[in-house]
């Protein structure tokens, strides 16, 4: 696999696991069968294309990255989806985490 190929993997799994993190806020609990089902289905999918992305990039920056884009993902479907609060504060650290993921990215191995 190439390089490259490794970044788009791991962009997609963090962009999934946004997604099966918020499926799990509307499962309440794992309590509503198909919340809870689409959940696991796509944790799967999103552990799944980081372990593919794993077998080239380095672990730690893969795995950083991946939490990344799902701490920033979750935060922003909070603010804007869930009516979490929009504070100067919160907007400030989901720009240092946005930071970290790109200062890992150009940090990388070419």
Known sequence: MAFHSAWLLVGIAG???VVWATLMKQSAGFTKLGYTV??????VASFL???????VLP???AYAVW???????????????LGE?????RIL????????I?????ASPA
């Open 85 to 89: 609060p929009r504070t100067a504060w």
């Open 93 to 100: 650290c989901i720009g240092a985490i946005v930071g970290g």
């Open 67 to 81: 939490t990344g884009i799902g701490a920033v993902g979750a935060a922003v479907v909070g603010i804007v989806w």
């Open 102 to 106: 790109i200062g890992l990215k150009v």
């Open 59 to 61: 672990l730690g920056t």
């Open 38 to 43: 689409a959940t696991i289905v796509t944790m």
């Open 49 to 55: 294309l980081l372990s593919q992305a794993m077998r």
């Open 15 to 17: 962009v999934l696991e």
